[in-house]
């Protein structure tokens, strides 16, 4: 059972243009979103979260929205440039639970060309 | 602040062996979580530590082990390998405080013949 679907597995850009990931999640118990990305043969990076009591997080080129209704929040990059190529992981979290960990959605290919 | 740490980098064995991998966390960092990471599979969780303890564990078989010390550096274990635990092994530290940003090593990459 994915509790957290990234249904996009690729998504091909112009530079310069925005980008947008998308991310459902079907656990109504998750209150925390977390987006990482990752190049090959490197751990994923934490790149922004948004906690449920907001709808849009922002920071610098990245902005998270979450819409808690239909379960699905987004990741848009403006404005994408090459070094931006790398997988997008969406993650969620129930952080008042005790199961201490996050759930990951299977990753999103980005590549932005030039 | 260093970041984590993960030894070896890549590992290559046998199928019917068994291997150990090694995390160093983040100075200050208690809760340490292992994943697997398989080519369309996404992470899939494996363990959890907190201060030596096991707090949550995915679904994995009983091959798959791991531990904590007491200066929070984790390992984990994989008996009688198989073809199919061919993956990247990641680790990931996080502070007790606050949500549960996750910050990973660089992995391991396991190769099983």
């Known amino acids: 059972d994915q509790q957290v679907k990234q249904n996009s597995p690729s998504l091909s850009v112009q530079e310069g243009r925005i980008s947008i990931l998308n991310c459902d999640y079907t656990?109504?118990?998750?209150?925390?979103f977390l987006w990482y990305k990752k190049y090959p043969a490197e751990g994923p990076t934490f790149l922004i979260s948004i906690s449920s009591i907001k709808d849009k997080n922002e920071d610098g080129r990245f902005t998270v929205f979450l819409n808690k209704s239909a379960k699905h929040l987004s990741l848009h990059i403006v404005p994408s440039q090459p070094g931006d190529s790398a997988v997008y992981f969406c993650a969620a979290e129930n952080s008042g639970g005790s199961n201490y960990k996050l759930t990951f959605g299977k990753g999103t290919l980005l590549t932005v060309n030039p | 602040k260093a970041g984590v740490t993960q030894t070896p980098r890549y590992l290559i064995k046998t199928r019917g062996q068994q291997v150990t991998l090694s995390c160093s966390p983040i100075s200050g960092h208690r809760s340490v979580s292992w994943y697997q990471q398989t080519p369309g599979q996404g992470l899939q969780f494996l363990f959890e530590y907190f201060s030596e303890t096991q707090r949550n564990k995915g679904n994995f078989p009983g091959r798959f082990s791991g531990r904590q010390f007491s200066n929070s550096r984790s390992e984990m274990n994989v008996s009688t390998l198989e073809l199919g635990d061919s993956a990247l092994y990641l680790c990931?530290?996080?502070?007790?405080?606050?949500?549960?940003?996750?910050?990973f090593g660089p992995g391991t990459r396991l190769t099983v013949l």
């Open positions: 656990n109504s118990m998750f209150d925390y």
């Open positions: 990931a530290s996080s502070s007790p405080s606050g949500y549960n940003e996750q910050f």
